[in-house]
């Protein structure tokens, strides 16, 4: 049987390059959006939307019952927002039945971009397993998107699109130069991430605000394991 | 004293995030405009004018004197030119006092959209250390940009980036994740660069013409070692 094929789509000033509507995408946004995610459904909140402008938020956290509204513009918690971006600040006794109502500065938007594609699936080392686990048994087109930082290519989410790549190299097949460098960059990095990830410059300006245990925590592999979809507007474990 | 900054920009679409016109540029486009661009004027050919239309490049060829066109499209021979895109076949025989008006997919595009640099430097792993060599003592923002293959990363520009900025890190200062990737990347190859390669998306198209001579010529370090400039319209040496 022919594999599918996978790729790697460095930023998201790129992805028209890609054929999105006919594949399966993983949004990949390791410092922070995605590992927030994984974090916050993992200790038990109920669903996660994701919305792409801080007003928006307001709106939607006033509207729905049980929410919690979060999110960054350029590292740092919004204004009007309750909540940040801190992946370690959604602990299961604060959220655990709630909604939380999410913007970010990159993530949320790239999902808007992608928002043709067939699946929609959001990727981290938190649950990096069970997303590899999941797309090894999906006979489509795939697409690793990473939200980089306003539009420039970063190493975090580039590494963990070679993370993933090194779990699925069996069942798929690519001819792209960027999921190619995105391996071997992981293969220079996977025996310490963290260490790898400290010479990087979003972690140098995350690192300034004080949140070093919080990018120590999205190097976690598998610590909140579990397959995340976006589905009508919503994120939530499937 | 305050180092220069250094950057490397991985396609041409993301080119308008970069302060082009405060900069001096290195064009990158390895397979193989820079190439032939390194082995043309090498072996004596009197300059060298890049145009992004071959009709404009036929047109150019008629009224220029002592003119050779050439260039390619997808890596072969554009209709209606006397020449392609491979540096081996610019002997000095053939191409010495010659002007050669040049038109290839992704290089001469490139150049054109950083046309309002400071200084337009091309580069490849023919001419490495005189770019190096050069740039060490420009005492101004460094952008290294990659021609790509249609707005697509590739492993081989991304790589002589890096190999570039191996000889410039003493003297520039980069806080730019891309430049650390290409850097690492380089640090995987540097002892192989032709088989590193081998498992590359453009590599496979061009092996497929039978250019593997022309792409193992590319990978050359130093064998057509002169500075490279685009000044008035023209590439010469400097």
Known sequence: MKKPTIECCLSPALIDLYNVEESNVVIIDIFRATSTIAAALGNGANKIIPVDDVQ??????????????????????????QYGNSPSTYKADFIAGKNLVLTTTNGTRLLYKVKHAQEIISGAFLNLGATAQYLAKQNKPL????????????????????????QL??????????????????????????????DGAHFNRLEKYGLTDDLKYCCKVDAQNNLIKFQDGELRIF
């Open 56 to 81: 928006e938020c307001i709106k939607l956290g006033a509207e729905i019952e049980n929410s919690v509204t979060a999110g960054e513009r350029n590292g740092q918690i919004a204004e009007g927002l």
């Open 143 to 166: 697409i690793l998107a990473c939200a980089s930082w306003k539009d420039r290519f970063n190493l975090e989410d580039t590494l963990f699109a070679g993370a993933l790549y090194n």
């Open 169 to 198: 190299k069996e069942v798929y097949d690519t001819d792209c130069d960027s999921m190619r460098a995105a391996h071997h960059l992981y293969s220079l990095a996977k025996n310490n991430l963290f260490e790898f990830l400290r």
